[in-house]
C-alpha cells in the first residue's frame, strides 16, 4: 500500500531554514508527481510546492523564491528546502501525492504531516 512519511520538522528561526523528507513506499516513486501542502490552525489545507514526473515545478506565490521543492528517485524520497522563514510558515506540512485509475478517478495519499514552527 502506498506510504509517505514526513521528517525533518521543527522549530526554525525567522530567516532562517529547514529542509523537510518524504519517504516514499508502496508504488512506483518515478512515475508520480509529488506535493507538499500544509495546513495552518483555522485554515484550510494549501498547495505548497507540486513536482510533476518531468516540466516545471509549481509553487504558492507566498513561498516562491524561498522554497525549493526536489526529488530523489532513487531514494523514493522528495524534499522541501525552505529558506528565509517566516512566522506565516507556521503550519503542518504534508507530503502528497495523487493517482489517477482507468476510469479517471483520483485518489489522493497524505502522509501523517509534520509540524514546522517558525518563532524566535
Known amino acids: 500500500q502506498v506510504q509517505l512519511v514526513e521528517s525533518g520538522g521543527g522549530l526554525g528561526q525567522p530567516g532562517g531554514s529547514l529542509r523537510l523528507s518524504c519517504a516514499a513506499s508502496g508504488f512506483t516513486f518515478s512515475h508520480y508527481a509529488m506535493s507538499w501542502y500544509r495546513q495552518a490552525p483555522g485554515k484550510e489545507r494549501e498547495l505548497v510546492a507540486s513536482?510533476?514526473?518531468?516540466?516545471?515545478?509549481n509553487y504558492a506565490d507566498s513561498v516562491k523564491g524561498r522554497f525549493t521543492i526536489s526529488r530523489d528517485n532513487a531514494k523514493n524520497t522528495v524534499y522541501l528546502q525552505m529558506n528565509i522563514l517566516k512566522p506565516e510558515d507556521t503550519a503542518v506540512y504534508y507530503c502528497n501525492t495523487r493517482a489517477v485509475d482507468a476510469f479517471l478517478r483520483t485518489f489522493d495519499y497524505w502522509g501523517q504531516g509534520t509540524q514546522v514552527t517558525v518563532s524566535s
Open positions: 513536482m510533476p514526473i518531468s516540466g516545471v515545478t
